[in-house]
């Protein structure tokens, strides 16, 4: 039996469609998604938290869900639109179909809807307030209930999905081993000796970064969102790491006195949010973007090394680069699609962060490099030869 779902954007647009996954109501930010495949690891990207997000490619889903790909402990966007859910799935690590994980956790999708059109108009007019529905909820109520939420600006979302109690990161030796297909290693880990213990803010971070920090020597110890920097301080870590989370960077007062704090001592790199985070904390500031960058195919050019690489983004928000060059920052690297900041170094300090990901997630490894550079950062911090 086909279960109808209906889409409700706060400039009036309505889009209906056939449901899958959980029979549920739930409002977001609806933002799109360029990334061919991962749509697992975007799902469980906690980044995503508070968004409705739609994937331009047309058909989703067929090589289901498995337990080796996931970002975090659960998926985390607040609903999931497609063109056309797969009606086969054909992989060998597949342990179930999308719909049935999502409806395990609660989260409505929509299939059947014209995502060029909505993309397109969400390309054009910006990110909109949004309702997902998937149990009988009227036109005219999905709108009235997408209006009225609250969105994201001045939200903070970290809250939601920061970690509860510090804990040692201490994956198993599968998770930093090379995957590999026919002898291609498709990860290329450089599993360096453990030798820097690392303090890592956890404002909704990704495994996988975890994972390639492991890999790159260090020691990683997760620590909630809310973490003063005297407690930091108290643990004595050789560097400090900030990660990538969902909404607001400006709402987030506590992250900034810490990091002002910290990044006197302590070398440290951001990711993402992260990235963001250390603007505020160096006194600049940021604005939210019109309809953002999410997806696998972001070129960011590195004006230092004159280098270009393509990234993995998420973020809806972006740094002033005139504020940071008054507040002691370099603006090292640029999106060549619309010229705003992608990276940033500390004149005076071992800092330094980009907007995207460079631990991928989905998405290539062009800037994998950044993890090195850290370690290797560090390494001169303490004076290692």
């Given at each position: 039996?086909?279960?109808?779902?209906?889409l409700?954007?706060?400039?009036?647009?309505?889009?209906?469609?056939?449901?899958?996954?959980?029979?549920?109501?739930?409002?977001?930010?609806?933002?799109?998604?360029?990334?061919?495949?991962?749509?697992?690891?975007?799902?469980t990207?906690?980044?995503?938290?508070?968004?409705?997000?739609t994937?331009?490619?047309?058909?989703?889903?067929?090589?289901?869900?498995?337990?080796?790909?996931?970002?975090?402990?659960?998926p985390?966007?607040?609903g999931?639109?497609?063109?056309?859910?797969?009606?086969?799935?054909?992989?060998w690590?597949?342990?179930?179909?999308?719909?049935?994980?999502?409806?395990?956790?609660?989260?409505?999708?929509?299939?059947?809807?014209?995502?060029r059109?909505?993309?397109?108009?969400?390309?054009?007019a910006g990110?909109?307030k949004?309702?997902?529905?998937?149990?009988?909820?009227?036109?005219?109520?999905?709108?009235?209930?997408?209006?009225?939420?609250?969105?994201?600006?001045?939200?903070?979302?970290?809250?939601?999905?920061?970690?509860?109690?510090?804990?040692?990161?201490?994956?198993?030796?599968?998770?930093?081993?090379?995957?590999?297909?026919?002898?291609?290693?498709?990860?290329?880990?450089?599993?360096r000796?453990?030798?820097?213990?690392?303090?890592?803010?956890?404002?909704?971070?990704?495994?996988?970064?975890?994972?390639?920090?492991?890999?790159?020597?260090?020691?990683?110890?997760?620590?909630?969102?809310?973490?003063?920097?005297?407690?930091?301080?108290?643990?004595?870590?050789?560097?400090?790491f900030?990660?990538?989370?969902?909404?607001?960077?400006?709402?987030?007062?506590?992250?900034?006195?810490?990091?002002?704090?910290?990044?006197?001592?302590?070398?440290?790199f951001?990711?993402c949010?992260?990235h963001?985070?250390?603007?505020?904390?160096?006194?600049?500031s940021?604005?939210?973007?019109?309809?953002?960058?999410?997806?696998?195919?972001q070129?960011?050019?590195?004006?230092?090394?004159?280098?270009?690489?393509?990234t993995?983004?998420?973020?809806?928000?972006?740094s002033?680069?005139?504020?940071?060059?008054?507040?002691?920052a370099?603006?090292?690297?640029?999106?060549m699609?619309?010229?705003t900041?992608?990276?940033?170094?500390?004149?005076?300090?071992?800092?330094f962060?980009?907007?995207?990901?460079?631990?991928a997630?989905?998405?290539?490894?062009?800037?994998?490099?950044?993890?090195?550079?850290?370690?290797?950062?560090?390494?001169?911090?303490?004076?290692a030869?």
């Amino acid at each position: 039996m086909t279960r109808h779902a209906v889409l409700a954007l706060e400039d009036g647009t309505i889009l209906r469609g056939r449901a899958f996954g959980a029979t549920a109501t739930l409002c977001g930010e609806a933002v799109f998604n360029t990334s061919l495949t991962g749509y697992q690891e975007i799902l469980t990207d906690p980044s995503y938290f508070g968004q409705i997000v739609t994937m331009t490619a047309p058909q989703i889903g067929n090589y289901g869900v498995n337990e080796e790909d996931l970002e975090s402990a659960r998926p985390h966007v607040a609903g999931f639109v497609v063109r056309e859910l797969s009606p086969i799935v054909s992989n060998w690590r597949a342990t179930t179909d999308l719909g049935t994980w999502l409806q395990k956790y609660g989260i409505p999708g929509i299939e059947g809807v014209d995502t060029r059109f909505l993309t397109k108009k969400l390309r054009v007019a910006g990110v909109m307030k949004a309702c997902l529905s998937t149990e009988g909820l009227s036109d005219e109520e999905a709108l009235k209930r997408a209006r009225a939420w609250t969105g994201t600006v001045g939200a903070d979302f970290v809250q939601d999905v920061t970690c509860k109690a510090p804990y040692h990161y201490n994956p198993k030796p599968a998770d930093c081993e090379a995957f590999t297909v026919v002898g291609t290693h498709l990860n290329k880990p450089k599993n360096r000796p453990v030798r820097y213990k690392l303090a890592a803010f956890d404002f909704g971070a990704k495994t996988s970064i975890f994972r390639r920090l492991v890999a790159s020597g260090f020691d990683v110890h997760v620590f909630p969102a809310r973490t003063t920097a005297a407690e930091i301080r108290a643990f004595q870590p050789d560097a400090v790491f900030l990660s990538n989370g969902p909404g607001d960077p400006a709402a987030l007062k506590y992250a900034h006195e810490s990091v002002a704090d910290l990044i006197k001592t302590f070398p440290v790199f951001g990711i993402c949010l992260g990235h963001q985070i250390i603007t505020h904390a160096i006194g600049a500031s940021t604005y939210k973007l019109k309809f953002g960058h999410r997806g696998g195919n972001q070129p960011v050019k590195n004006s230092e090394v004159d280098r270009v690489s393509i990234t993995a983004q998420n973020h809806g928000f972006a740094s002033k680069a005139d504020e940071l060059a008054r507040c002691g920052a370099v603006v090292t690297e640029v999106n060549m699609n619309d010229g705003t900041v992608s990276g940033l170094r500390l004149k005076d300090k071992p800092v330094f962060s980009v907007q995207y990901h460079p631990e991928a997630g989905p998405g290539p490894n062009d800037a994998d490099v950044l993890f090195d550079r850290f370690y290797d950062l560090v390494a001169k911090a303490k004076g290692a030869k």
